[in-house]
């Protein structure tokens, strides 16, 4: 759990049964967290400050510790969330662009410059990637390839995609509620 206010505050690392605390380290206010599918990292990005970066935290042992941060500071688009890849080998961030778990290298862009992840989600029996894009369109990517397969617009402006029995879904905000529309390719 990351805080949410004070600039340099705290990450904590929880016994899940008890609620105590295990460890601290500390990270940027308002950091989007994402799990390693292992269960030994969490990667986080923060959003408030200039250059954005991604961090690595490892939770392997009975606490957390902060294991560094990406090489770049204002050279790839990070864009302040980070989703890592169902098999554990890639970092994607907000910003589009892809980025090895273990070391936080630049591998690919995945998404043209001008287009930010507003959403993302993984379907790991299709091998595939679909995305909300800044520009309010849908985007399905091969998972190994990360080449664009489709793109739709939908009929309301996306926030939230996701799949469900081979339908695929997106949420739209429209004050004061929120649509649900089905997305084909």
């Known amino acids: ?14 016994d899940a049964e008890t609620g105590s605390v295990l460890g601290q380290a500390g990270i940027r ?10 269960e030994n990292w ?9 250059p954005l970066d991604i961090e690595k935290f490892d939770i392997r042992g009975a606490g957390i510790a902060a294991v ?8 790839y688009r990070m864009n302040g969330n980070v989703w890592v ?6 970092l994607i961030t907000r910003g589009g662009d892809i980025f090895l778990a273990s070391s936080m290298i630049f591998v690919a862009n995945l998404t043209e410059p001008d287009v930010a992840i ?3 989600s993984f379907n790991e029996s299709n091998q595939t990637i679909l995305a909300v894009g800044s520009d309010a369109s849908v985007y399905r990517y ?6 664009q397969l489709d793109v739709v617009n939908p009929i309301n402006i996306p926030h939230f995609i996701v799949e469900l029995e081979n339908s695929i879904y997106i949420i739209s905000k429209q004050d ?3 649509l649900l529309e089905e997305v084909n390719f």
């Open 118 to 120: 507003e959403d993302l």
């Open 176 to 178: 004061p509620t929120a």
């Open 68 to 75: 560094g941060d990406s090489p770049y500071h204002g050279t």
């Open 85 to 90: 890849t169902p098999d554990g080998n890639h």
């Open 29 to 38: 206010e308002r950091s989007h967290l994402s799990l390693h599918p292992s």
């Open 1 to 14: 759990m990351s805080s949410g206010c004070g600039q340099w505050t705290d990450i904590y690392a929880y």
């Open 42 to 50: 969490v990667f986080a990005a923060d959003t408030d400050g200039s």
């Open 142 to 147: 091969d998972l190994s390839t990360w080449e």
